[in-house]
């Protein structure tokens, strides 16, 4: 009778530390999925911001090219070099009046 309760309690004693073993590595597990996946988000996060400020350089690039393609002076040189007009407003005036006068 004394060995069974030995026995019994060698198992039971047994079973608890494989238990505790399981669970710990469970935690060593979890922790380091965590781990990773934090690390990952850092990464990705740093990637979007990398892409962000290329993406806002892009912009004021794009910005300042717009603004020099509608400069005045721009549309006025190619209108006298291109199109040979002239800025003399009142040699170009047309008058509608009546046939008869």
């Given at each position: ?13 047994g ?22 996946e ?9 990637s ?32 006298a070099?291109?199109l ?18």
């Amino acid at each position: 009778m004394n060995q069974k309760r030995t026995a019994t309690k060698k198992r039971t004693t047994g079973t608890k530390w494989l238990v505790l073993i399981c669970v710990l590595f469970g935690e060593l597990l979890v922790h380091t999925w965590v781990r990773t996946e934090s690390t990952q988000a850092i990464l990705d996060i740093s990637s979007a911001q990398a892409r962000l400020s290329t993406l806002l350089s892009y912009q004021k690039e794009l910005t300042l090219e717009r603004d020099r393609l509608r400069s005045d002076d721009r549309i006025i040189r190619i209108a006298a070099s291109q199109l040979n007009m002239t800025s003399d407003v009142f040699n170009q005036t047309i008058y509608l009046g009546k046939e008869n006068q």
